[in-house]
T-cell receptor
Framework: DTGVSQDPRHKITKRGQNVTFRCDPISEHNRLYWYRQTLGQGPEFLTYFQNEAQLEKSRLLSDRFSAERPKGSFSTLEIQRTEQGDSAMYLC???????????FGSGTQLSVL | SQQGEEDPQALSIQEGENATMNCSYKTSINNLQWYRQNSGRGLVHLILIRSNEREKHSGRLRVTLDTSKKSSSLLITASRAADTASYFCATDAYRNTDKLIFGTGTRLQVFP
């Protein structure tokens, strides 16, 4: 069990560029979650997957955001045409259906200049 | 959106003192969890209390839950400098246990 891993840890991009983040959950976990956290705030739910199916998306997830989990293992979160307001820590977490505790990765810190 | 708020937003204490953080939430819940986050890192689960429980202990942690007031408290006894972190409460929703909603957090600083 290597835990939840996220890549990259840090990303600096210019406004208008596209960025993609990757999350590798704990291998036996069938649920994968994406959260966004801005400075001084708690994590805000974005979306989650059960296996490869995306079951819920927050209204925070605008049309510029897309998440995939094509084989029910790793997931990617893409942000198109980044805006300065997208600057945040993007956290990935996983757990099994029915389990209560979430296991988090260390996050990807995005800075949009 | 945030489920609830935590109080205080920030807390500074000396090593050896106790730290108490409070969490209020809005909707009925099945359980409430507390997580810790070191600066720039992910969150780590600390303790879970179910809606039918009033108090729970784990090591130096004590959690209480008052469902009538929709509030919880986390007590860290005999604090250490290594306890310096942000602490978040998180709840599911009674009719939707699929996701956790986090509070705004308490930033705890413990001075040696």
């Amino acid at each position: 069990d290597t835990g939840v891993s996220q890549d990259p840890r840090h990303k600096i991009t210019k406004r208008g560029q596209n960025v993609t983040f990757r999350c590798d959950p704990i291998s036996e976990h069938n649920r994968l979650y994406w959260y966004r956290q801005t400075l001084g705030q708690g994590p805000e739910f974005l979306t989650y997957f059960q296996n490869e199916a995306q079951l819920e998306k927050s209204r925070l997830l605008s049309d510029r955001f897309s998440a995939e989990r094509p084989k029910g293992s790793f997931s990617t979160l893409e942000i198109q045409r980044t805006e300065q307001g997208d600057s945040a820590m993007y956290l990935c977490a996983s757990r099994n259906q029915g389990a209560e505790k979430l296991f988090f990765g260390s996050g990807t810190q995005l800075s949009v200049l | 959106s945030q489920q609830g708020e935590e109080d205080p937003q920030a807390l500074s204490i000396q090593e050896g003192e106790n730290a108490t953080m409070n969490c209020s939430y809005k909707t009925s819940i099945n359980n409430l969890q507390w997580y810790r986050q070191n600066s720039g890192r992910g969150l780590v689960h600390l303790i879970l209390i179910r809606s039918n429980e009033r108090e729970k202990h784990s090591g130096r942690l004590r959690v209480t839950l008052d469902t009538s007031k929709k509030s919880s408290s986390l007590l860290i006894t005999a604090s250490r400098a290594a306890d310096t972190a942000s602490y978040f409460c998180a709840t599911d929703a009674y009719r939707n246990t699929d996701k956790l909603i986090f509070g705004t957090g308490t930033r705890l600083q413990v001075f040696p």
